[in-house]
Structure formats: C-alpha cells, structure tokens
C-alpha cells in the first residue's frame, strides 16, 4: 500500500472507527435472533444526519446520497466525498475519495447493522468489532446520540481545501 493511501485509510479509519462514544466501548455481539435493519430503517437513522467523533464526522446528505466528511488525526487533516448505498442486508456503505496533503485515494467503507427487539447493533465490516449503538430505551451514552441534524462538516471541508490548493 502506498504511504499516500495508507495515510487516507488511517485517517478514515479514525473516522469511522477511531472515535466511537463511551457506549460503544464494551462490545457486544447481536444476539442470534438479530436481524439486519432495512435500508428504509438506516435511510431514517442516517438520512440528512452528522455523526460526530472527537477527530472528525462524516454528514450523509439525502438528496443525491452523498457523504462528505473530514478527519484531523494523527497524520494530519483529510476529507472525504462520495456517495453512500443502504442495503436490506443492515449494510451502510461509504464510497468516495479521500484527499490528504499527498493526493487522493478512492476507498470504500462499510458498517453492518443488526437489531434485536429496538437495541441496534452495529460493526464496521471486515475488521470491526460488534458494539450496541442505541439500547432500547436510548442512554446517554449511545453512540446513536452523536447523529445530528446539524451539518457541522461543510465548513471544515472547505477550509481543508483551502489549506490544499493554496
């Protein structure tokens, strides 16, 4: 792998995994039963929403399913755009280009979500581990809490660009 991509997969991997909430520190698998969420269930979880992390958040906009998102990590500042697919198979998946100070990678990421009776479950594909993402009833410290309507990734994006190109 070169540095270039390893670098962008580092940093979306904080992103996306690096800064889950105290809730989602003790793992947990889904019990046998759970079933994957629908992609109308993620589409109202995720549609129009912020998820924030202390080192970045990624915004999953509606209209045209693009995401766009943004790290500050150890290596440094980087941001991501494309385009992300729900499936009936609980899959939530990130596609897009990353662009840090050495250039652009294409990558693509993955989460699995499960739920049983109103807990929901979620891991990120491959190398993730399960956590609960929102118990039934919610508690404080469910990472479901750091989905936000507020769109708090358009103006660190832009001033990564202008720290980029000029």
């Not at 956590?131 to 358009?154: K, M, Q």
Request: glycine share 12%.
């Amino acid at each position: 792998m070169s540095k270039t991509r390893n670098a962008i997969a580092v940093g979306l991997a904080l992103l996306l995994g690096g800064g889950l909430g105290a809730g989602a520190l003790a793992q947990e698998a889904p019990p046998s039963n759970a079933q994957p969420l629908s992609a109308v269930e993620l589409h109202k979880l995720y549609r129009d929403k912020t998820w924030t992390w202390e080192n970045g958040a990624v915004r999953f906009v509606d209209d045209g399913r693009r995401f766009l998102a943004w790290v500050n990590g150890e290596k440094g500042e980087s941001y991501g755009e494309g385009r992300f697919t729900l499936s009936d198979s609980g899959r939530l998946c990130l596609r897009g280009k990353w662009t840090d100070t050495s250039g652009t990678q294409a990558n693509t990421t993955c989460f699995l979500h499960r739920k049983a009776g109103g807990t929901i479950y979620q891991k990120r594909e491959n190398d993730g581990t399960w956590y609960i993402f929102r118990h039934d009833p919610v508690r404080p410290g469910d990472e479901v809490n750091t989905l936000t309507a507020d769109d708090t990734v358009s103006q660190p994006v832009d001033a990564i660009k202008r720290k980029f190109s000029g």
